[in-house]
């Protein structure tokens, strides 16, 4: 299988650059419209060149907005047919992959999946006058707005927000301000280097605990490379583990549907009813789709159905 449990992720190489090319054919082959974003590694821009070619040669219609969180792509897929993101999460800096979204947020389903991996056997190139057209987009905006519509923070609280030097650079510092709070940031520029490893693990965020008790911070946030992961600290400086993060998302939203992966913590089945599926985002979007108010797992991907899938 080409797709793994969040799209396609692979070593940088000339597998996945004629991949790219074939996948940006096959969605326009399939969908015309498509959303391309990208996160902040060296390789993306390229990928994304590849797509979009790989689109305009097909007769498809590119609609680029450069380098953006993962869930602001999949947002602004409500707008066009189908989503494609340049990114390779929090895997290290010379990994990079696709993830492909549906206007509703969600990620391919499996059969989707199966569906397209049969498509990349082919190219659909079109004759010259039918060329497709590409077009830049933003797809900040629509969902900063959408988030500032749904969620009120207290007024006068001071965040650490530690991006990683990924996607989430060029989101949530202007995010959390718009929204009233003091932000301190750590790794927000996106440099396609990332200064600390990508994943948002406790042993790789000792320094934000650290910022948190120096600036007397209510919080910090920590994104993994392309923002589809978020983790927590308190107030005192401590790691708010997923499992913990999970629960407290489920009682803020009064969820009482709950889907999360199969390696999650018992503790949530004391506060909602409960579906497991396999660990990946990619499963836990496919059960929520058809079950349940709130979805995520223990490694800091949460969906909010009613802003995203």
Same mark, same amino acid.
């Given at each position: 299988m080409l797709?793994?449990?969040s799209?396609i992720r692979?070593?940088?190489?000339?597998?996945?650059?004629?991949t790219?090319?074939?996948?940006g054919s096959?969605?326009a082959?399939r969908?015309?419209?498509?959303?391309?974003?990208?996160?902040?590694?060296?390789?993306?821009? *390229?990928?994304?060149h590849?797509?979009?070619?790989?689109?305009?040669?097909s007769?498809?219609?590119?609609h680029?907005?450069?380098?953006?969180p993962?869930?602001?792509?999949?947002?602004?897929?409500r707008?066009? +047919?189908?989503?494609?993101?340049?990114?390779?999460s929090?895997?290290p800096?010379?990994y990079?992959? *696709?993830? *492909?979204?549906?206007?509703?947020?969600? =990620?391919f389903?499996?059969k989707?999946?199966?569906?397209?991996?049969?498509?990349l056997k082919?190219?659909?190139w079109?004759? !010259?006058?039918?060329? &497709?057209s590409?077009?830049?987009?933003?797809a *900040?905006?629509p969902h900063?707005d959408?988030i500032?519509?749904s969620?009120?923070? +207290?007024?006068g609280i001071?965040?650490v %927000?530690?991006? &990683?030097?990924?996607?989430g650079?060029?989101l949530t510092p202007?995010?959390?301000?718009?929204?009233g $709070? +003091?932000?301190?940031c750590?790794?927000?520029?996106?440099s396609?280097?990332?200064?600390?490893?990508?994943?948002?693990? +406790?042993?790789?965020?000792?320094?934000?605990?650290?910022?948190?008790?120096?600036?007397? =911070?209510?919080?910090?946030?920590v994104?993994?490379?392309?923002?589809d992961?978020?983790m927590?600290?308190?107030? #005192?400086?401590?790691?708010?583990?997923?499992d913990?993060?999970?629960?407290?998302?489920a009682?803020y939203?009064?969820?009482?549907?709950?889907?999360?992966? @199969?390696d999650? @913590?018992?503790i949530?089945e004391?506060i $909602? /009813?409960? #579906?497991?599926?396999p660990?990946?985002d990619?499963?836990?979007?496919? /059960?929520?789709?058809? !079950?349940?108010?709130?979805?995520g /797992? %223990?490694? &800091?991907? !949460?969906?909010?159905?009613?802003?995203s899938?």
């Amino acid at each position: 299988m080409l797709f793994g449990s969040s799209g396609i992720r692979r070593k940088f190489d000339q597998t996945l650059i004629d991949t790219a090319l074939r996948v940006g054919s096959a969605l326009a082959f399939r969908s015309s419209d498509v959303v391309i974003g990208m996160d902040t590694r060296t390789t993306s821009p *390229l990928l994304v060149h590849l797509v979009t070619s790989g689109i305009i040669g097909s007769g498809g219609i590119a609609h680029t907005t450069g380098i953006a969180p993962t869930p602001s792509v999949a947002y602004y897929t409500r707008m066009v +047919k189908v989503g494609c993101m340049v990114t390779a999460s929090h895997n290290p800096e010379e990994y990079n992959g *696709l993830k *492909l979204f549906n206007p509703n947020g969600s =990620s391919f389903t499996q059969k989707q999946q199966v569906d397209m991996e049969e498509l990349l056997k082919s190219l659909f190139w079109t004759v !010259w006058q039918h060329q &497709g057209s590409e077009h830049t987009i933003t797809a *900040l905006t629509p969902h900063m707005d959408a988030i500032l519509e749904s969620v009120h923070i +207290k007024p006068g609280i001071t965040v650490v %927000a530690d991006c &990683g030097n990924g996607a989430g650079c060029v989101l949530t510092p202007d995010l959390l301000a718009t929204a009233g $709070a +003091k932000i301190h940031c750590i790794n927000c520029n996106p440099s396609g280097h990332f200064a600390r490893p990508s994943e948002p693990l +406790k042993e790789n965020l000792g320094h934000v605990g650290e910022m948190v008790k120096k600036t007397g =911070s209510t919080c910090a946030v920590v994104h993994d490379g392309d923002a589809d992961r978020m983790m927590a600290f308190d107030n #005192k400086g401590r790691y708010i583990d997923g499992d913990h993060l999970l629960m407290l998302f489920a009682r803020y939203l009064d969820a009482k549907h709950v889907v999360t992966t @199969s390696d999650a @913590s018992m503790i949530i089945e004391d506060i $909602a /009813e409960v #579906k497991r599926t396999p660990v990946g985002d990619t499963y836990v979007c496919e /059960e929520l789709l058809i !079950w349940g108010d709130f979805g995520g /797992e %223990a490694s &800091g991907a !949460w969906i909010f159905p009613k802003i995203s899938y």
